[in-house]
């Protein structure tokens, strides 16, 4: 499921069916004291990000055989079901990303999402949804969206020859190299990208910028960045002319400006 800008952009939660509520922190739940603080935040956002070898760099030698032979385990079965220290990081992870309070059920080895009904004794919850080994990469991608990411993984198709299966492969592992990419600049960090912002002329200060959420964090620096390129640009044309000027570029939405 892809959220829409708007949505997105919003900052309120967003439902997904049979899951729960969705939510941008804002950049007030990153604080140290009153937040989780960004390595812990960031923590979460490396384990969303996760593959299979990416997992296998954090178990022993015997266990990397064990699973490498079991073919049929999915990412989820070797994280949240085998192994308990990895289960509950992620059950913090998808309890701080998601409205609901989440928990692990040992029958149906899955993680369940409750919420707290209002209308009948304390501590009344209701389940909201589920999150297994059928729906984590989906799960993980709807919360990584909330933080201006993307998982960079697609379902595999039913390929119509080898040479087709070779392609998508390469493809997989490109989207891999550039989400891996995206989330390793030190000049895109959060520190930095808030310095940056309430230094220009845009309205935020620090009083007022952690009642941003990350998503519109990204947002608002990407567009000032776009805004002001297009400002420098027209003084020249302006001044040398040159060739045929779009100054309608400017309307263009930031989605639309990141894909080039």
Request: hydrophobic letters at 35%.
């Amino acid at each position: 499921m892809k959220f829409s800008y708007e949505d997105l952009l919003s900052g309120d939660l967003i439902v997904a069916d049979g899951i729960g509520h969705f939510r941008s922190p804002k950049l007030k739940d990153l604080r140290p004291t009153e937040g989780v603080g960004i390595k812990v935040y960031n923590t979460y956002l490396a384990l969303l990000t996760w593959d299979k070898e990416d997992f296998l760099k954090y178990v022993s030698q015997s266990q990397v055989t064990m699973f490498e032979k079991a073919e049929k385990l999915t990412l989820f079965d070797m994280m949240a079901v085998l192994k308990p220290e990895f289960r509950e990081l992620l059950r913090c992870a998808f309890d701080f990303f998601l409205l609901e309070k989440v928990i692990w059920d040992e029958k149906q080895n899955c993680f369940l999402t409750f919420i707290e009904k209002h209308d009948g004794p304390i501590g009344n919850h209701e389940q909201v949804g589920k999150i297994d080994r059928d729906n984590f990469d989906e799960v993980r991608d709807m919360a990584l969206q909330m933080n201006y990411m993307n998982l960079g993984k697609m379902a595999e198709p039913k390929h119509a020859s080898a040479k087709a299966k070779k392609y998508w492969d390469i493809e997989q592992q490109k989207r891999k190299e550039a989400l891996k990419a995206s989330g390793g600049n030190k000049y895109m960090g959060i520190g930095n990208l808030i310095s940056k912002l309430c230094a220009a002329p845009s309205g935020y200060t620090f009083h007022n910028v952690y009642d941003l959420t990350v998503y519109q964090l990204y947002d608002q620096f990407f567009q000032y960045s776009h805004l002001r390129s297009r400002e420098l640009i027209e003084n020249v044309h302006a001044t040398h002319g040159g060739e045929k000027f779009d100054y309608g570029e400017w309307m263009k939405p930031v989605p639309e400006l990141m894909k080039k």
